[in-house]
């Protein structure tokens, strides 16, 4: 059997059935691909952490149908139904109170007091979750650290798997094809755990969208600086999961190095430009749209991380709307490598 599938009905029916059996599937959502498992079972869970190398310390996203999924999960807040009503199926993830009789695996909140939850948009998503009728935990599926995969292909080069081949007994049972993600850019984290709503990471639906239905811009959270246990949701072993990992420096990193703002460019680099950029070697969106940019910009940093390039310079790009985001991934790709967070943080 191959490893890659076109996301069919008949496709979808038996990643529904490997699922069940506490098997991982990876699945197009609208953002990025996922690397899905039943977020009941501590052996799926257990799968996705080992299969992406993600320390088991940063907690899962779980993807539901609607809102009344989620309220099986977790305590829906009316902010949250709000919100849900707004952007749900979307690009955005909200972090609540676990529900006191929830069935998700304590390993998938890292053993936290609160849970990420959304409902994807993408029809093989939506088409996954009603055949399998179970909470799938599915974090982005790129190996810890790397650039998000927005093609099927990506998630098989990612997690050095052989895209015709899908061994028998391994944890990942197949990749769903479902073509390129049209956002692709990772979901917005919105923290709804606190008194006041705060901004995790900058995502699919930009904070003017978000401020719009909360009548205010939400709080933004520092970068994450250092292992800080939280004592809210520390654990008995006094380690932590970490209050948001998405809020780590160095992320979503391709191997060369990445320049911003860049205004010209050495004779080995590479130059990510934008709206039409001269001498670009890739233009994100050379009409100058940021959606086709966001779409874009995964895939074209993948595209010049090899020879002949030994770095990757970017243009400057706006800074409003999903400029916000784009700004926000570019800055953790140049971050310090060595110097900064631990490799073990990312995910
Ligand atoms: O668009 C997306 O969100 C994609 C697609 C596949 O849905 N998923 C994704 O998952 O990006 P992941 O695991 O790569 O990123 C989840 C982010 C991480 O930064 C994680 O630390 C944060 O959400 N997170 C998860 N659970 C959390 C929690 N309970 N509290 C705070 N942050 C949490
Ligand atoms: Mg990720």
Redesign the pocket.
């Given at each position: 059997m191959t490893l890659v599938r076109p996301a069919d009905p008949a496709t979808i029916a038996a990643a529904a059935q490997a699922l069940r059996s506490g098997r991982l599937v990876a699945f197009p959502t609208e953002t990025?691909y996922g690397l899905g498992g039943d977020a009941r079972s501590p052996v799926a869970v257990a799968a996705i952490y080992a299969t992406k190398k993600r320390p088991s310390r940063n907690p899962l996203i779980v993807h539901v149908p609607d809102l009344s999924a989620a309220a099986i999960l977790a305590r829906i807040t009316p902010l949250a139904e709000r919100l849900a009503a707004a952007f749900w199926p979307g690009p955005l993830t909200l972090v609540l109170p676990l529900a006191d009789d929830t069935p998700l695996a304590p390993q998938v909140t890292a053993g936290g007091a609160t849970v990420a939850l959304r409902a994807p948009a993408h029809p093989v998503a939506r088409a996954l979750l009603a055949a399998c009728a179970c909470p799938l935990a599915a974090?982005?599926a790129?190996r810890?650290g790397s650039v998000?995969p927005t093609r099927a292909a990506h998630v098989a080069v990612d997690l050095a798997l052989d895209p015709r081949m899908s061994p028998e007994g391994a944890p990942l049972a197949m990749i769903l094809d479902g073509g390129p993600c049209q956002v692709g850019v990772?979901s917005t984290v919105l923290d709804l755990s606190g008194p006041h709503p705060r901004l995790l990471r900058p995502g699919g639906v930009t904070v003017e969208a978000l401020a719009a239905v909360l009548g205010e811009t939400p709080g933004r959270a520092a970068l994450f600086p250092a292992r800080r246990p939280t004592t809210a949701t520390a654990r008995p072993d006094g380690t932590a999961p970490l209050p948001s990992p998405?809020l780590l420096r160095s992320?979503?990193a391709p191997d060369r190095p990445v320049r911003l703002n860049a205004e010209s460019t050495a004779p080995d680099e590479a130059l990510l430009g934008f709206a039409g950029t001269p001498g670009a070697t890739l233009d994100l969106s050379p009409a100058g749209d940021l959606e086709e940019a966001a779409r874009n910009l995964f895939a074209m940093l993948r595209a010049l991380d090899r020879p002949p390039y030994t770095a990757i310079a970017v243009a400057p790009l706006p800074t409003t709307g999903l400029g916000a985001t784009l700004n926000d991934r570019l800055a953790r790709a140049a971050a310090p490598r060595e110097a900064g967070d631990p490799p073990d943080m990312?995910?």
């Open positions: 990025v974090p982005s790129n810890s998000s990772e998405g992320h979503y990312h995910d």
